[in-house]
């Protein structure tokens, strides 16, 4: 099998025990996403999504409902 067919048949799955994250996890998790810095200094708000509430769902995350995300603020440069 070659490079490339190697690449297009690779799938990596991100499995969890389905145990749901605790409140006190949640909050060091985005404490920590908020000191974070980025290479160019830009503003970016972090948030725990629940993929029931917010219709999420991926193939390759199993077992937890629990997803962090990120956005930039809007802010003139």
Do not use: C, H
């Amino acid at each position: 099998m070659d490079a490339l067919a190697l690449i297009r048949s690779r799938r990596s799955v991100r499995s969890f025990d389905g145990a749901p994250l605790r409140a006190e996890d949640a909050q060091k998790i985005l404490a920590f996403a908020e000191k974070a810095e980025n290479p160019y200094g830009l503003s970016i708000e972090w948030k725990l999504l629940d993929a029931k509430k917010d219709g999420l769902s991926s193939p390759v995350i199993v077992g937890t409902d629990a997803y962090i995300a990120s956005f930039l603020v809007d802010s003139p440069v």
